[in-house]
């Protein structure tokens, strides 16, 4: 029944792109199974992310199930179509209950979405990944699918407003291979490496990205290492 209501969400979506005339560049959806379950874990630097790293499994014909947190289930609009898409309410003082959802379906072949950061990097960089996703892998037998967004912050992110202008935004997508996770490996070490390849994949995706900012004051969405003004992850941190 989720289809009835994710498939014209969907829909929606990539007509309000058209609409925006968002430059999408998309490279690795094949790196998705066609069948079985399967962990699709991405950075955090927008609202909108889960909906672009859901889209990246539309070429294989699959649909994400995305692990977020449990306030977005409880507003008004987006509660009953995060509700209806079978989306996954993780509560952060009881993730228990989440882990096990999460756990059932991917043992029932689905896809599930995780942001192993927890919450949107502000500094635009990986922060430290959870153990979560890998555990999950591990327990369900599944692999996980590294992957990369680059230029949704510039939609939506963190202590900015939201731009929905026609604004011809590019945004740079990049899906890695699949990175096994065998049940008698420590996590964290997976998590490690796996993290490794998220960051090639966004340094990929940062290269390839086809606009840089039009003058000072558009630097705000460039991490401070690559020359932009976008607080450092310390900066963030309150240490400096």
Known sequence: MAEFVYRPVVGAALTMFKALDLKIDT?????????????????????????????????????????????????????????????????????????????????????????????????????????????????????????ALWGTQRLWTKGRPRNFKRSHIPVTIRVGEPVEAPADQYAGAISRRLREQVQELLEAAQRSYPVRPKDASDTWWVPAHLGGTAPTAAEVRGTL
């Open 27 to 147: 490279q690795g959806s094949q790196n998705i199974p066609r069948s079985g379950g399967a962990v699709l874990v991405s950075n955090h630097i927008s609202y909108l992310d889960f909906i672009f790293a859901g889209l990246t499994a539309l070429p294989q014909k699959r649909l994400v199930r995305f692990m977020a947190k449990d306030a977005v289930f409880k507003h008004r609009i987006s509660g009953p179509l995060m509700r209806g898409m079978k989306h996954i309410p993780v509560d952060r003082k009881q993730g228990e209950a989440a882990y096990q959802q999460a756990l059932e379906a991917l043992r029932a072949g689905e896809i599930v979405g995780v942001f192993p950061e927890a919450t949107i990097s502000e500094s635009f960089t990986l922060k430290s990944f959870k153990s979560g996703a890998v555990r999950l892998a591990q327990e369900a037998n599944v692999p996980l699918i590294p992957m």
